[in-house]
């Protein structure tokens, strides 16, 4: 009885366990899917029922990223390059997809996150080229960034070791070496070479690499070094503003060894008294192109300099620097052209002013007699009129004597006023009122546009706008006289002042000298 129990109850177990549905088994130790940047992370994947992993294959369906393995066995490898995490993050989360299928395209599917921790990597130190000094000089070796490197992107420092430091020499942090070897110790360095240590460190976790360079004497011939200040190989400049470079010269065979410093250009006609030498090693570049260096209507001129330095055995340096320079309106003659026009026109201004000062005190002179003239005729004519009317009495009865004065006094009064009605005789009154009117009004036009255009234009900037040259016109205009024959101006007229910016400024008060 016992043993058909067990029977059945096996039975049913298998037959249990071939009916569940297959999954995939994943390893359940800690840590199983937490991986370094290169590290390795190597595990297998199972199903459950073991008994189906002969029917299904593995593989990634989803996220697979590079350097990731799956062979169909459910065997995972995988080794994080080092770029996947940054020092900030310090971790990151990457997911994929894991199936399992069989030939008859039933897929079994699971999630896996693998968590992948940054790794810092000690910096990089590639081998140094040696530093050859020389004697009496102040020698210069930069550990450049293609030679001394952090993979991470960390900042790093150099940390020189002390006790291989010859006396007099000095590192810094950023890499760069100075030392002015004395007497003694370059003679000592011309027997043997030194060696000095240093380690490089990464910010903040210090990791680091330690790196030795070579120290030895000059032996080569080698060409002089040029060092420019400002530091660049193209400038651009406007017509009239000035450029200034310093040249510093050095040669690892000694300052003597330099024999010319010099500049060739494909510049027509360039000055070359813009290189000036200060000292054996120093030299200045000094230049300004003038209004006319681009000429119309180009807007813009490009050349070069080469600047170079030859040793005594002819080796040379060269430093080229392009230059363009844009052409430039000539500020300085414009305003003295600008000037000269509201100057000229305010000249004008006040010679019609003084000109028409004259003329109003002529016509009010003519007025003057045009009164008193007319006063005069008056008198005549009733003295004429008078005598006529009393020619019967002065005559006592004499008819002929009688006839006589009335006609006369009546053909002279009439012989008056005719040549006065004509104008042969006297001046009309009317006239010289419209004509003084027109004088009065034309000066006090003039002046007051005078002053308005004297103070809007004072300033040179004001001048440089683009309505100054319409504001000339309309105050020109102005001075137009309608009637300058009926007011009989003289056009050869002259001032008996002359029109100089003081006779102009006591006029126009507004108006400002050059």
């Given at each position: 009885m016992f043993k058909k129990l067990f029977i059945?109850?096996?039975?049913?177990?298998?037959?249990?366990?071939?009916?569940?549905?297959?999954?995939?088994?994943?390893?359940?130790?800690p840590g199983w899917n937490v991986v370094k940047e290169g590290d390795t992370l190597s595990f297998q994947i199972r199903l459950h029922p073991d008994s189906l992993k002969s029917y299904y294959n593995f593989g990634i369906q989803q996220g697979k990223v590079a350097g990731m393995e799956?062979?169909?066995?459910?065997?995972?490898?995988?080794?994080?390059?080092?770029?996947?995490?940054?020092?900030?993050e310090q971790e990151k989360i990457f997911q994929i997809i894991i199936e399992a299928k069989d030939d008859k395209e039933n897929k079994i599917t699971s999630n896996v996150d693998f968590k992948v921790l940054h790794t810092n990597r000690p910096p990089v130190l590639n081998s140094l080229k040696s530093f050859y000094v020389q004697y009496n000089h102040n020698n210069v070796y930069k550990i450049s960034q293609d030679m001394a490197y952090d993979e991470d992107n960390d900042p790093i420092v150099f940390v020189p070791n002390l006790e291989t430091l010859p006396e007099g020499m000095n590192m810094s942090t950023q890499g760069e070496i100075t030392w002015n070897p004395s007497l003694n110790q370059f003679k000592r360095l011309k027997e043997a070479p030194q060696y000095i240590e240093f380690i490089i460190q990464d910010q903040p976790a210090k990791a680091s690499v330690?790196?030795?360079?070579?120290?030895?004497?000059?032996?080569?011939?080698?060409?002089?070094?040029?060092?420019?200040?400002?530091?660049?190989?193209?400038?651009?400049?406007?017509?009239?503003?000035?450029?200034n470079l310093r040249f510093y010269l050095s040669d690892p065979n000694g300052e003597e060894d330099i024999d010319v410093f010099d500049f060739v250009t494909n510049a027509h006609d360039f000055p070359k008294n813009t290189l000036v030498r200060n000292s054996?090693?120093?030299?200045e570049f000094t230049w300004s192109p003038g209004y006319d260096f681009v000429q119309d209507p180009a807007d813009t001129l490009g050349?070069?300099?080469?600047?170079?330095?030859?040793?005594?055995?002819?080796?040379?340096?060269?430093?080229?620097?392009?230059?363009?320079?844009?052409?430039?309106?000539?500020?300085?003659?414009?305003d003295r052209k600008n000037y000269s026009l509201y100057y000229g026109v305010l000249v004008n201004a006040w010679e019609l002013l003084e000109q028409l000062k004259e003329k109003e005190e002529a016509l009010k002179k003519d007025y003057q007699r045009a009164r008193k003239g007319k006063r005069g005729r008056s008198v005549v004519n009733a003295s004429l009129g008078a005598t006529t009317g009393l020619s019967s009495v002065i005559a006592n009865g004499n008819a002929n004597t009688q006839k006589t004065i009335s006609a006369v006094g009546g053909t002279t009064t009439l012989t008056i006023s005719t040549l006065e009605a004509t104008e042969v005789i006297g001046k009309s009154m009317k006239d010289v009122i419209e004509r003084l009117n027109y004088v009065i009004e034309k000066k006090n036009e003039i002046q007051t546009k005078g002053d308005i255009f004297a103070r809007d234009y004072s300033l040179k900037?004001?001048?440089?706008?683009?309505?100054?040259?319409?504001?000339?016109?309309?105050?020109?205009?102005?001075?137009?006289?309608?009637?300058?024959?009926?007011?009989?101006?003289?056009?050869a007229w002259e001032s008996k002042k002359k029109p100089t910016e003081g006779n102009i400024k006591r006029t126009f008060k507004d108006f400002v000298m050059w």
């Open positions: 059945l109850l096996f039975f049913t177990v298998s037959a249990f366990a071939q009916n569940a549905a297959p999954r995939i088994l994943l390893p359940r130790s799956l062979d169909s066995t459910g065997l995972f490898t995988w080794t994080p390059a080092y770029h996947l995490v940054d020092r900030v330690k790196g030795t360079l070579r120290l030895e004497v000059t032996q080569m011939d080698l060409p002089p070094q040029i060092t420019m200040v400002p530091k660049t190989d193209k400038i651009y400049l406007r017509e009239n503003e000035k450029v054996n090693n120093q030299y050349f070069y300099i080469d600047f170079f330095a030859l040793d005594k055995t002819q080796n040379r340096e060269v430093r080229r620097v392009n230059f363009v320079i844009k052409n430039t309106v000539n500020e300085v003659e414009l900037a004001a001048r440089r706008g683009s309505d100054f040259i319409k504001k000339v016109d309309e105050f020109n205009n102005t001075m137009n006289l309608k009637g300058m024959v009926a007011l009989e101006l003289n056009a």
